[in-house]
């Protein structure tokens, strides 16, 4: 019984966390209080349910388990006397409640993005508060220290709650002004996810399927939004190939080397749907040009090769106006393919060394370059520094075969 309790509220943690947070937060107007409201619910769960057994409802006995700690924590003293009233109000209503809590992470996700918060924070409080990220993780991401990480998001929540920052759905107007920092921050939740391909990192799993979830919502709400669109359809193409990226025994497969039999052609007709009513606004973004890129390798599925002269332009156009260190190594990559390997190192020669120095993508892209240019020496060194900053031990073995596969100069 211990067992089946600890699992579900382990599930409950991972698919409702956002929505429980935005529920509470939405009525105590304080993210730092609700987070350790419901922090101390799944204690009491943990605590109570394998005597006692998993109620019909575990979303609702949370959020009633809720109040109640606050009720009696005194370590949140300051926390309780604020925000025990709305949540008194809360537990009521939620008490015996029969249906799904009403899912209000995209009004959270634009409270995040209020003009009132720093710009640099917004993305990681939006992926704590929403997402149930953990700081370290966050920091990681940013490359940022992650006790400076944690201080600047308990600064942003109190700066939430001082300002008195309504927990409601802005007006247009500020509703556009706040749009691009939401996309962002759900296409940083998806990429997370995506790096986690096996599931088997509990801090990730989930992320990549409530990122779509979030980018279906945020296409609801701004259906005439092209680059909400563009996020859309460029999380599709990239979850349509999900089952091809790893083999059968869990090996690495490079998107040129998947079985495209193995790709979701449902998910990559959808993409290109919402790819086409974009382009229809004439407004061209980054969003809609990384969802170009990944519609270029699916036409792998109908023509049985890659067209990288067209990767190599909308790189291009997408570095000119995000020159973010993922992009610029992957315009790099494609000028190699499209051009020359020389020419590709060329371009990996002008990025900024020392933020290059720790990028684990630039030394696997320098070092395939190298090979490809008859470098085998620098090659092996590349493939050994590219190796040495993988953490997925499937990217390690499959640079190690790369790296093995290299003819002596």
């Known amino acids: 019984m211990e067992t089946t309790a600890r699992a579900i509220a382990e599930r409950v943690a991972r698919t409702s966390y956002g929505r429980l947070v935005a529920y509470l937060s939405s009525r105590s107007r304080d993210i730092a209080g609700a987070e350790d409201a419901l922090a101390d619910a799944f204690r009491a769960a943990l605590e109570t349910w394998p005597d ?41 209503e939620m008490d015996g409640l029969a249906h799904p809590v009403p899912d209000r992470r995209l009004n959270l996700l634009f409270v995040c993005a209020h003009p009132a918060i720093d710009p640099d924070i917004r ?19 940013f490359l940022a220290p992650p006790g400076a990480m ?5 600064r942003a929540k109190a700066k939430i709650r001082a300002a008195f920052i309504p927990f409601e759905m802005p007006e247009a107007d500020d509703l556009a002004e706040r749009v691009d920092a939401v996309l962002v921050a759900i296409y940083a939740a998806y990429g997370a996810g995506w790096e986690d391909v096996l599931g088997g990192d509990a801090k990730r ?36 190939r999900k089952r091809a990226r790893r083999s059968a025994n869990g090996s690495f497969v490079p998107l040129a080397e998947q079985d495209t039999a193995l790709w979701s052609v449902p998910m990559i007709a959808e993409a290109e749907a919402h790819m086409l ?26 023509t049985g090769r890659t067209e990288w002269r067209a990767l190599m332009l909308f790189y291009d156009l997408l570095a000119a106006g995000t020159p973010a260190a993922g992009i610029l190594v992957s315009r790099a990559a494609a000028h190699g393919e499209a051009v020359s390997p020389q020419d590709g190192l060329q371009q990996l020669d002008l ?20 090979a490809r240019a008859g470098k085998a020496s620098e090659a092996r ?17 499959f640079l190690r075969r790369k790296q093995e596969l290299i003819r002596a100069d």
């Not at 409080?125 to 991401?141: C, F, K, P, Y």
């Not at 399927?209 to 980018?215: C, D, M, V």
């Not at 092209?226 to 349509?240: D, F, I, K, S, Y």
């Open 277 to 302: 009513t974009a382009a229809r606004a004439a407004q061209l973004g980054r969003f809609q040009l990384e969802a170009a890129i990944q519609s270029v390798h699916a036409q792998r599925l109908r």
């Open 205 to 240: 799993k989930g992320l990549a399927e409530e990122a779509l979830f979030l980018g279906r919502m945020a296409v609801d709400l701004l259906p005439q939004n092209p680059e909400a669109r563009g996020l859309l359809a460029l999380m599709l193409h990239c979850e349509a």
């Open 351 to 370: 990025l900024d060394a020392d933020a290059m120095r720790t990028y684990q993508p630039y030394w696997a892209a320098r070092a395939h370059l190298l």
């Open 150 to 154: 944690a201080q600047r998001l308990v």
């Open 123 to 141: 993305t990681p409080l939006m992926l704590q508060s929403v997402l149930g990220m953990e700081a370290a993780t966050i920091a990681a991401a």
């Open 52 to 92: 006692r057994g998993v109620p019909a409802n575990p979303e609702a006995w949370l959020l009633t388990a809720a109040r109640r700690t606050l009720g009696h924590a005194r370590r949140h003293e300051k926390v309780r006397a604020e925000a025990e009233p709305a949540l008194t109000l809360l537990g009521e």
């Open 381 to 397: 060194a590349a493939y050994r520094t590219a190796i040495g900053l993988a953490e997925d031990e499937a990217i390690r073995s």
